[in-house]
């Protein structure tokens, strides 16, 4: 299999000494399936305990892992009809963001994602998945078109970060950043937001304030990349595995401090080892998500986007004011 | 009577205090950074910290800028009692924040309160750069949630001056988590039809700028003052190539279209008072 983790080297070992053994086999007509099977056993094994202890930093990995599933190839699995829709109408059409009308489970739905490339060239015409302020303002023009025509959006995050360029800078990122998220706010459709791969701070939220947030297993969702973090925190962005480490960027933790509603569960080893398997786990998770949402009133939905952001924080209050003289 | 308690326990709303003096190292005299030109630390703050030579805005603290744009007597202070915790467990982060209390005697990097502006009742929220950079973590994006509500509740105009580095780094999601906050709560108090101004001041950036600061229903700025999404070294590396000098700046921004207006300093409060007058519908 392509692109093998250093993390994962024990299972890639016995992969490759079980795959040697078959072409043995069928080359000399030798009867070697009991050793087969043997190391098959053990590879479950290895694999079991590989993939059972992941840390911080090997889901990074996976999460960068260049035949992970992107935006698109989840949008060919879960919906149907899809349409994509280009152009924010202001400027003109970021194709790190992509988005369009669709139907899911036979039910009309507005989809938007960051989307990046698997290789050089569709990352240069995807901007490696990092928009300009025209992918989030083509974002918050599907969103509203949703609202105004009343059916769910769904956002799959997945980016590195808003693209830091002279060109973003001069249009707004700030703006199209800060506006997305007031809208969202007040957005009075269901809006499920998934974090597919990699969820860079302010980037990532700029479509990401949803009712429910969901992630997956092997994603990672921080307020900088670790490598940013290594180099704030630490002055050395060589430490990125130690601010994954501290961060709580991973789904497992963010589910245990309550950030994200649910974790949905990665295909063994990641989600780029059986695609179709993994949109069936999200295809689950969004559904019920929809099933739920769908039953609340416009109103509702608004409130209930206020009353989740509004708990996230943590504070402490002391009785006497402080350091005034 | 309640008003004179809150001024007289607030008294650094009239007189210099000690912070004052920090801020001016050289005591009597200071030197402006940008031309050079020396002037005294009196003359200095008359001129609301901005040199009397070439109109550099230096930096004020929260309780400064308050002076100069509240009317006295009228600061009601809220929230100050909001204690700063160690989510991630940074090592020395508690120790960094308890200096910076000492520093600025404010309890986290924003200042959050009810006041007037030449007699407009307004609730505001104050950034200082002096306390972590302005960085916003949990506490600063509650105080500036609740100072959103309070304005919402009472039917009033929110105010921000804004002041700072980004996200806080030290608390990680949780920082990330405050956009989404304050901009749930804006958007109550826009669907309220209510009165937001956004002031930004030097520096505003990162996570700041890319949520409250950006979306007032007007957006000012202090001339010069550094105002950007991304930060200039990261933008250089990224596209390989110098930018230019006013890049990034008030005035660079204004002519992007991304403000109403650059605002010098002594014009502020009128300025802010203009607006609310305006707005509260012309039956004078
Ligand atoms: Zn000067």
């Keep these: 299999m392509v692109g093998e983790l250093e993390f994962e080297r024990p299972a890639k070992e016995l992969r490759d000494k079980i795959a040697e053994l078959k072409s043995f086999m069928d080359e000399k007509g030798i009867d070697l399936s009991d050793e087969v099977e043997r190391l098959e056993e053990r590879l479950a094994k290895v694999e079991k305990e590989v993939y059972g202890k992941m840390t911080p930093w090997d889901r990074v990995q996976v999460a960068r892992h260049p035949e992970r599933p992107t935006t698109l190839d989840y949008i060919s699995m879960l919906f149907t009809d899809f349409l994509e829709l280009h152009g924010d109408r202001l400027y003109g059409d970021d194709e790190a963001i992509v988005g369009g ?130 180099a704030l925190l630490w002055k050395d962005s060589g430490q990125a595995k130690r601010a994954a480490d501290t961060m709580k960027i991973t789904a497992p933790d963010l589910n245990e401090m309550g950030i994200i509603d649910k974790m949905i569960p990665e295909v063994e080893g990641g989600a780029h080892r059986d695609v179709k398997k993994q949109a069936e786990y999200i295809e689950e998770a969004l559904q019920k998500s929809l099933d739920e949402l769908s039953e609340m009133s416009e109103e509702e939905l608004v409130a209930h986007r206020y009353e989740k952001y509004k708990k996230i924080g943590q504070y402490t209050f002391e009785n006497d004011s402080i350091g005034v003289k | ?101 000492a520093k600025t005697g404010m309890n986290e990097a924003v200042m959050t309160g009810h006041g007037e502006v030449e007699g407009n009742p307004i609730v505001f929220a104050v950034m200082d750069a002096h306390f972590r950079m302005g960085s916003m973590g949990s506490v600063v994006g509650e105080k500036i949630t609740r100072a959103i509500e309070a304005a919402t509740e009472e039917r009033k105009p929110f105010i921000i001056f ?69 930060g200039r070294r990261i933008i250089e590396q990224t596209i390989r190539q110098e930018l230019p000098e006013d890049f990034q700046t008030a005035e660079f921004l204004l002519k992007h279209g991304q403000l109403d207006a650059v605002v010098h300093r002594k014009k502020m409060k009128a300025t802010l008072a203009n607006v609310l007058d305006i707005h509260k519908g012309g039956e004078e």
């Design chain 1, 101 to 230: 009308i669709a139907k899911f489970h036979g039910k009309p739905v507005t989809v938007i994602g960051h989307q990046r490339g698997k290789d050089t060239k569709e990352n240069l015409r995807r901007n490696f998945g990092m928009p300009h302020p025209e992918g989030y303002r083509k974002a918050l023009r599907l969103m509203k078109q949703a609202e105004k025509f009343n059916r769910p959006v769904v956002c799959l995050l997945d980016t590195k970060g808003a693209y830091p360029g002279m060109s973003a800078e001069e249009r707004g990122q700030s703006e199209a950043i800060a506006r997305n998220l007031v809208e969202m706010a007040g957005l009075t459709v269901p809006l499920v937001c998934i974090i597919i791969g990699e969820g860079a701070s302010g980037g990532a939220l700029a479509i990401g304030v949803g009712n429910h947030v969901h992630m997956l297993e092997n994603s990672w969702y921080s307020v900088i990349s670790p490598e940013g973090a290594a």
């Design chain 2, 1 to 101: 009577m309640l008003k004179d308690l809150f001024a007289k326990k607030r008294k650094y709303a009239t007189i210099p205090s000690d912070r004052m003096k920090q801020e001016v190292p050289e005591g009597l005299m200071t030197k402006c950074p940008e031309c050079k030109s020396i002037m005294t630390t009196k003359e200095l703050n008359k001129a609301h910290k901005v040199c009397v030579s070439c109109d550099h805005h230096f930096r004020m603290t929260a309780q400064e800028r308050i002076q100069l744009i509240i009317d006295q007597g009228t600061f009601r202070e809220i929230n100050q009692d909001m204690k700063t915790e160690n989510p991630l467990d940074f090592p020395d982060y508690l120790d960094r924040i308890d200096k910076d209390r």
């Design chain 2, 162 to 230: 804004t002041a700072s580095g980004g996200a806080r780094m030290q608390e990680g999601i949780l920082s990330l988590m405050q956009m989404a906050k304050t901009s749930v709560a804006l958007r109550r108090h826009h669907e309220a039809g209510l009165l937001f101004i956004s002031v930004m001041t030097h520096p505003t950036t990162g996570g700041v700028s890319a949520s409250f600061a950006s979306v007032g229903d007007y957006n000012f700025a202090e001339p010069k003052a550094l105002i950007g999404f991304a």
